[in-house]
Each structure stands twice: as C-alpha cells, then as structure tokens.
C-alpha cells in the first residue's frame, strides 16, 4: 500500500522526469525515450492525482499542454488557445465504449436516448499548427508552443507545397484559423536517412521529431529541404463564416473545398460501435499507410454538442485519442550478429529481449553499418530504443542514455565473412563492409548466379528469378560450376518446368559455355567491374591467368592492374581482392573444368595498336558484323569507339539506313566508310 507521504515523493519524481522530457520533446525536439516509456511516467503520474487529488498542482504535467517557446522565435498567442486530446489507454474496443458513454453521461443522454454521431479520423504523429487566413491569404502560421502561446514559423510553413498560401473559392470566410498537422511521409523519411547514411551523416531518429525540428528551424531555406506534408483537421478562431456548416465532418469537407490537404481516412457514424469500426478498420490499414498515426481521434460531430460539452483546463471533453500499440519502444541489447546480404554487404543486427512494438514482436532490429552502430553508441548490455513503423525494418533508432554499469568494448566487424570466410573489405571512403567470396558466398549465391546467367555475362537463356530461387532453395545448386552439371531429368522434376523447357535450359547452358574473355569477367560479379571495365581488363592482359595468376602470389598486383586504361585505385584494389580469395579461385576453376572456354589473345601491352589516338562512330546496320563486333575489332586495334559525330570524330563507319549522324559527318567533312573500307584499314593500317 501506498502511503500518502510515499505518493507524494513519487509524484514529485515523476513530474521532474516529465518536465525534463517535455522540455527535450517539445522544446528541444530531441526526446531522449520512446513516446511509450513518456506516457507510461504521465499516466502512472495521473493515476496518483487521482488517488491524492491534493497531489494535483496546476503546474503538474498533467494540468500544462506541451512545451515552451523556443526565444529565437517570435512569440504568437493564439486566439483560441490549442489544446492537447485526451487519450484513451485501453487500446481495445472498449476504449471507444468509454469514451462514448463518458460523453453520453456529460450530455444527460438516457439509455434509450438515440446514439450520438460522431466524426473520427486519424491521429497524424507530427507537429500540430494552426494557419490564420485573412480575405483568404495566409498570413501568419504558429506552433501549438504552451497551448496559449505558440512560435511564429509563418516562412517555414510557406516552403511546404500542400499547404495553400491563398483559399480557393469565392465563400472563404474573412477570418479562418485551421488547425493540423505537419508530418513527414515514411517513404520520404527513409530517403533522407538513406542520404544521410550514404554521406556518413547523423541519421535523423524518426519522422515525428524530423517534421518538428524542421519547422522550428531559423532558416527556412533548411527546412525546404526537408519534405513536408500538412494535413488539416480542425478550426481555431473563425470570423463571419456565413455557411459554416454544423458539424465537424462538414467542415472538413468544407476546407477541403477551400484546397487544403484532409485526410480522406475518414468517417462519421453513430454510436461506440461506429467507433470500433473505424479503429479496427484503421488497426489492419495503420502498416500500409504513408506516413506514422499513433492512433485514431474520434470528436463528437455536432459543433453545438461540442460547445455544450465545453474543455477541462487541459483538453476538450469532445474528442478522445484511440491509441494503438506504439511505433517505439525500450529493450535489452543481448547482441549484435552479422548479416550477409545479397550483395555481400554486411549489416550488423541487434538481437534483442523480444518487444512488443509496431503491433508485433520484434527480437531483431537492423543497425545499419558500422559508423552508425558507432554514432549510436549502442553496446552489448545497453537499453535501446526500437522503432518498427509499417513495412520498414526494424531498426535500432539509439539507446537510452545513462551510465553503464560495466565496461563494454565496441563492436568491431569481422575481418572475414561469416558465411564464406572470404576477406571482409570496405572501400576507401564508402560506409559499408563487404564480403569479397562475391560468387564463393553462399549469401550471394541467387545474386551470383542471376548475373552470371544475365544476357550480358554468360547469356543462359531461360535461367530467370524464380528458376534460381528453385534450384538454390532445392539445394540443387549450390554454386556457379554445378549449373553445368544440371540434368534434363532433374530439371524437369522441377514445379512448373516442363520437359522441353527443362531441355532448352541444359542446350543453353551447354551453348554458354563458349564464351569470351570479357563476358566471363563480367560475368564474375567483380564489384566495380562492369562490362566496360571487363573489356579493358581482357584487352590489356589478354589472358585470364595474366590477372588471376597460377597461384595466388602470381595474380596481378594492383599497380599492374592500375596500368590498365581507365582501370583506377578502387576497381584495381576490387579486382585484386577478388583474385586474393582462394574461395573465388576455386569457382573459376572448376568452370574451366566443367568446360567454360573462350579464345585467349596477346596481351594489348604487346600488340600492336594502329588504330591508337583515332575516333570511330559507327552508324547504321553492317552486313555482316553486329555494331558491337565492328566496336570490339576497332577497340582491340586502339580505336576509341564514340557514340556521336563531332568535329574530333575521324571516321564514321555507315552502314544500310544510316540517319543522321551521317548527314552530320558529312556536314562536318568527316571521312565516312562502309564496312569494307573499315576491315581494309584494320588489314593494313591507315
Ligand atoms: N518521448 C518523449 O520524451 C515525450 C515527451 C513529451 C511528450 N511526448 C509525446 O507527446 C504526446 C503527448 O503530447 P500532446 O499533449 O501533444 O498530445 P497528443 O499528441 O497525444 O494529442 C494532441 C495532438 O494530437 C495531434 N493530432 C493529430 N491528429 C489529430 C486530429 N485528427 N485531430 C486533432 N488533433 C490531432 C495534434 O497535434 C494535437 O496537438 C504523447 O504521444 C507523448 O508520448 C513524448
Ligand atoms: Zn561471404
């Protein structure tokens, strides 16, 4: 049992812990805890004035709305003071049913009494405004600040597109206040974050707290580049509105009318059970929306009911807020593993005490990449905040700040890939870490294989996405060498892989195996080694043993790849690393030894280049060689092949129907020849 003296100690902590994240929330936009951990402290404190009604003073957190004015901003006092909404904990249906008969009583309503109507929406999670329009222009835009006085962020509210600097419509009222809320969509949070994340920048923790901090910014030019939406849900001081309708649905019908952005998720309905509806209704859409609502506000719809049922000092007695399972919450770091993905990057993953959070228990959450696990300050042992919202991931948004009671070392990456063992490597100025096992990595075994069969590499007719999903989920293949030792039997056993089908993919893997250099360095999936570069490498060493080496010690070194034409320090480091895997090594191997081939030639180091310092375009069909042939032929000469004629162009090669750059060539007096006239200088020389 609680003692009044204990009640009152406890009361007195509570608030001085509410007041410090109020002034972090609402003032500084920084919370240091999820919203959850907050209305846990608000609602224990609540329960205790309620018990020791003494213990309620007027400064206590549950009598005051939001925070204070930042000084930087110029103070506004609003007309009609905005409030906060009351909130309804109990999540189920039952907390519609409260709220209803709550109302009904207020109202002197007797059971058999009709139902009352009632308009509901969603609860948006952003920063609550209030736009004053004078003859239909905006002229003055203000944060909700203490409730009764707010900042003025008039410029920074003009920079959001949604947001009408003039009403449309000729029955625009002289004085019109609306009230909403400015949010930021998850897709275009994500964005931010991803660039953020991609220029090694501190990651913003979620939209609620971006929108508000971009609004209360100086500078209006920063918050433009913030992407901002508004919704509008209500009034603040209205003057000489001669068709202001009488309930809450119409007016929002009516300042849709006016062009402002409402919500469209919306209902009005009689009784609790309309209520629930919506809440359920709105419980199973809450992941698919574009953007965060905490829960849904169910206000009752007649205007004169609203005024009848008046406010308490802190909120109206009209509207409730229906809560739903919160975005973010508090739990134990119990680890941090290594994931391989697809692609061979690593990302790190906190294992957690399972959390019920987003609607869902969550024992994973992603940690990005290392410099953000760092930023975060996030160690094995810690109190973290997870956020789940829709479909994104879960992630780790940073921990609960306080002392740790022991010394906990930092993460550090693995030097090698958990999955392969291949070296772990991260690219001089990138963020991430990769696995080098790139076609030996059973993480990226689909990925390998997609690349390698593409029509660009090895060119495997009908060896697609799900075909790959098959056979790696099947266990039939396991790495690129046992493609080519698939039979027409066990393909055709195969789901949805007839016999014919299952025949025409061994002909086209037996057909792919003649190859050429190029295309089977392509087709390796080196990172940073595109079909261009695939090209260069083949042309300068000729031989893939010159770049691979018989063993791992004879393998090009990278100041002999770095000789290589257009081969610069991050692709010729790439190359090398990929060559140093005795894993890689093996693969490629063993395609030789299942039969891939491809004619080797001189190294280009060594041949001679005639064609060297001159420019070709080619233009229309050849008779006999495709353009990329023709291209190949002038390349291997020292010819650089362009794609448009210019006044540096020496030769255009036209072929049947060539179009315009013919007619340019020869406006610019460009020496143009057919195919013949090409093989003859390739012959002899010029
Ligand atoms: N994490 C922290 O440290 C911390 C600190 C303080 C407050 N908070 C959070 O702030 C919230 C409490 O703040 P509050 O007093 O602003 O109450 P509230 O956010 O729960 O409700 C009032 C607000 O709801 C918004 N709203 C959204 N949709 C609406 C709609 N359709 N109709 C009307 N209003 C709508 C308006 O901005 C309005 O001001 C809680 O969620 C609390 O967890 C968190
Ligand atoms: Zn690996």
Redesign the pocket.
């Known amino acids: 049992m609680t003692t009044r003296e204990d009640a009152a100690r406890e009361a007195a902590a509570l608030g001085e812990q509410l007041r410090r ?2 002034h ?3 003032v500084l936009d920084a ?5 959850a ?3 846990r402290l608000f609602q224990r404190l609540q329960a205790l004035e309620a018990e020791y009604p003494e213990l309620r003073t007027p400064d206590s957190p549950t009598q005051r ?2 925070g204070a004015v930042l000084p930087s901003l110029a103070p506004v006092r609003h007309a009609v003071p ?1 409030l ?2 009351q ?1 309804e904990t109990d999540t189920t249906a039952a907390g519609a049913e409260a709220f209803d008969a709550r109302v009904r009583r207020e109202l002197g309503l007797k059971a058999d009494d009709p139902p009352v109507q009632y308009a509901a ?4 999670d952003g ?2 405004i209030n736009l004053r329009y004078e003859a239909g222009v905006l002229v003055l835009g203000a944060t ?1 600040g203490n409730g009764e006085t707010g900042e003025d962020v008039t410029q920074n509210l003009r920079t959001i597109g949604q947001i009408p600097l003039r009403l449309h419509g000729d029955t625009v009222p002289p004085v019109l206040e609306v009230r909403g ?1 400015v949010y930021m969509r998850r897709d275009d949070f994500e964005k931010l974050n991803e660039r953020q994340r991609e220029k090694g920048e501190k990651t913003f923790i979620n939209p609620r707290n971006t929108a508000a901090g971009a609004i209360r910014q100086l500078d209006p030019a920063l918050v433009a580049q913030r992407p901002l939406s508004f919704y509008a ?2 009034l603040g001081e209205v003057q000489g509105w001669d068709a202001m309708p009488d309930t809450h649905g119409g007016v929002l019908d009516a300042l849709a009318g006016f062009g402002l952005p409402v919500s469209d998720i919306r209902t009005v309905g009689e009784g609790a059970s309309a209520l629930v509806g919506f809440h359920t209704l709105v419980a199973a859409e809450r992941d698919a929306l574009p953007f965060d609502i ?1 829960g849904v ?1 169910y206000k009752v719809n007649s205007l004169a009911l609203q005024r009848q049922l008046g406010f308490k000092t802190r909120e109206p007695r009209w509207a409730v ?1 229906h809560k739903y399972p919160a975005q973010e919450q508090v739990t134990r770091l119990n680890g941090i593993e290594i994931q391989v993905g697809r692609t061979g990057k690593l990302t790190p993953v906190a294992k957690l005490e399972p959390v019920f959070v987003g609607g869902t228990t969550v024992s994973n959450a992603t940690l990005h990449n290392l410099f953000e696990l760092r930023r975060k300050d996030v160690r094995v042992g810690d109190d973290v905040i997870v956020r789940r919202a829709g479909d994104v991931i879960p992630e780790i948004v940073g921990r609960v700040p306080g002392a740790r009671a022991q010394y906990v070392p930092n993460f550090r990456m693995p030097r090698t890939c958990p999955k392969c063992g291949s070296q772990v490597a991260r690219e001089k100025g990138g963020i991430d870490h990769r696995c080098t096992g790139g076609i030996s990595c059973p993480a990226q075994r689909k990925e390998a294989i997609l690349h390698f069969a593409g029509r660009r590499a090895m060119d495997i007719e009908g060896l697609g996405d799900k075909l790959v999903d098959q056979l790696v989920d099947g266990g039939i293949v396991h790495s690129l060498p046992s493609l080519y030792v698939l039979g027409v039997a066990k393909l055709a056993a195969l789901d949805r892989m007839a016999d014919k089908s299952a025949a025409n993919l061994v002909a086209a893997l037996e057909k792919s195996k003649k190859t050429t250099l190029p295309r089977f360095l392509f087709a390796l999936g080196i990172r940073h080694v595109g079909e261009t570069t695939a090209k260069d490498l083949a042309r300068h060493f000729g031989k893939l043993d010159a770049i691979m080496g018989h063993t791992l010690e004879e393998a090009a070194t990278v100041e002999q790849l770095l000789e290589v034409p257009d081969v610069g320090p991050v692709v010729a480091e790439s190359v090398h690393t990929f060559f140093q895997q005795p894993h890689n090594r093996e693969v490629v191997e063993q395609l030789r030894a299942v039969g891939v081939q491809w004619e080797e030639s001189e190294p280009s180091a060594r041949a001679p280049k005639p064609l060297a310092g001159k420019t070709f375009v080619i233009t229309g069909t050849l008779p006999t060689l495709s353009r990329d042939e023709a291209k190949d032929k002038l390349e291997a000469a020292g010819a650089k092949v362009a794609g448009s004629v210019s006044k540096k162009t020496d030769y255009v090669v036209a072929g049947a129907e060539a179009g315009s750059k013919l007619d340019k060539a020869q406006a610019l007096g460009v020496t143009v020849i057919d195919e013949a006239g090409m093989m003859a200088i390739l012959e002899n020389g010029l």
Do not use: C, N, Q, W
């Open positions: 994240h109020a972090l929330y609402y919370p240091e805890v999820p919203d951990e907050y209305d709305v939001g905005m906060s909404i909130t929406e969603l609860k948006f920063l609550a909700r809320e849900y209500g905490d506000v807020a």
